[in-house]
């Protein structure tokens, strides 16, 4: 087994010490508590995400860096990182004409390919989508060279558009956000030469991801504004897909103001986005973004923890039913989100309960989630005596014993 990566607080030390600050600097710079920065330090308090965004603008380093992504030595062990540089190769090309030896498949064929990595994506399934993308987005960029038809051009860049965002998922789950970044823009690139304003919608949300990453909150927020004026004068939001794009940006933007710290914005969103979803009634996927009343709620439960607010998150997610028919990573998160509250509440027990059922539902997901690892790592420390139920969870996310 590989050997436990160093823990997020273990990683600011590090780079506290590099940049040659004390504890008490640190906190000044970062604006955040000393206290709070001591406890982080040795493992005694999580580190939340506006904590570490606050800890790597004072530091001057990216946010994977606090964290100590992406864990190399678990993708080493599985082959993840060998796929991931066929996958920068396959990217790095992506507006040049590949090897015309590959064989060219219809574009209907392809499109059932990408319907199938985007079901990857929304289970949470990273292994196997690492090991499909590259060749399916190499296969994509000739088609878009070969097709004559102005229609059938369309179909492949509106097929690019789906095949980067589930390259995005990825690319962003284990940790690699230098490649996530970069496949935004080639997302961006792609849903600007379609005509469908919603897939321009799904590439300006996908955007706000490196703001969010980078804790660039304020301009986040700013192009989640300018995404939905554009929409505003181009879509009419009575269709459900128009509605379940619209929405996720109004979810976007409570995650991004709940990590500004700001409640009123984040409510003020989470508002808008319940009042839209009694139009959809359900939850609904479209443009691989999910929307309706559950996803909302679940947002309300990260805004709320976020916030300061456990309670309100557990007592959200109490109402939470099974077989809700959301995708795997949107359950997975909820008990993430969960398992942080009932951590924050001194809930050990209602800690791993709520990491085990987000192992249930999206195990990859779980398992490189750096809150994950943090909570994970607090609730060991926390524990005077022998739990082997944790110790077996720790053990399975990669925490030495």
Not at 129 to 140: G, H, K, N, R, V
Not at 292 to 306: F, K, L, Q
Request: glycine share 8%.
């Amino acid at each position: 087994m590989a050997a436990s990566p160093p823990a997020t607080g273990e990683n600011i030390t590090v780079l506290r010490k590099a940049a040659g600050l004390t504890q008490r600097q640190l906190a000044t710079r970062a604006n955040i508590s000393l206290s709070l920065l001591s406890k982080v330090e040795v493992g005694d308090r999580a580190a939340s995400n506006a904590l570490v965004a606050a800890v790597a603008r004072a530091l001057a380093v990216p946010i994977e860096r606090v964290h100590g992504q992406p864990y190399q030595a678990e993708h080493r062990e599985s082959g993840v990182d060998n796929a991931i540089d066929r996958l920068r190769a396959a990217l790095r090309g992506y507006d040049l004409a590949p090897d015309e030896s590959v064989p060219l498949r219809p574009v209907e064929r392809l499109r059932a390919d990408v319907e199938g990595v985007s079901r990857r994506r929304r289970s949470g399934r990273y292994s196997r989508l690492a090991f499909t993308l590259p060749a399916l987005l190499e296969e994509l960029t000739l088609a878009r060279h070969s097709v004559t038809g102005a229609r059938e051009q369309e179909e492949v860049f509106e097929l690019l558009v789906m095949a980067f965002y589930a390259a995005h998922g990825l690319a962003y789950r284990l940790g690699y956000a230098d490649l996530a970044e970069s496949i935004e823009h080639k997302l961006g690139w792609a849903a600007d030469r379609t005509s469908d304003p919603l897939a321009v919608g799904l590439a300006q949300w996908t955007r706000v991801n490196a703001f969010q990453a980078a804790g660039d909150y304020g301009r986040g927020l700013q192009l989640l504004d300018n995404a939905r004026h554009q929409l505003d004068e181009h879509v009419d939001l009575t269709g459900s897909a128009a509605v379940t794009v619209y929405g996720s940006l109004h979810l976007r933007a409570s995650t991004l103001a709940s990590r500004a710290g700001d409640a009123d914005t984040a409510r003020a969103h989470l508002g808008a986005a319940a009042e839209l979803g009694v139009r959809v009634r359900r939850d609904r996927v479209h443009y691989q973004l999910t929307f309706g009343p559950t996803n909302t709620a679940i947002h309300d439960v990260a805004a709320s923890v976020e916030l300061g607010d456990p309670e309100r998150a557990v007592r959200i997610g109490a109402d939470f039913k099974r077989g809700s028919g959301l995708p795997a990573t949107r359950i997975g998160h909820l008990h993430i989100d969960l398992a942080r509250a009932h951590l924050m509440l001194g809930d050990r027990p209602g800690t791993l309960r709520a990491l085990e059922q987000a192992r249930r539902a999206a195990p990859e997901q779980t398992r490189f989630h750096p809150m994950v690892r943090e909570t994970t790592r607090v609730l060991v420390s926390l524990h005077r005596r022998s739990n082997p139920d944790l110790s077996k969870f720790a053990t399975w996310i990669g925490l030495a014993d």
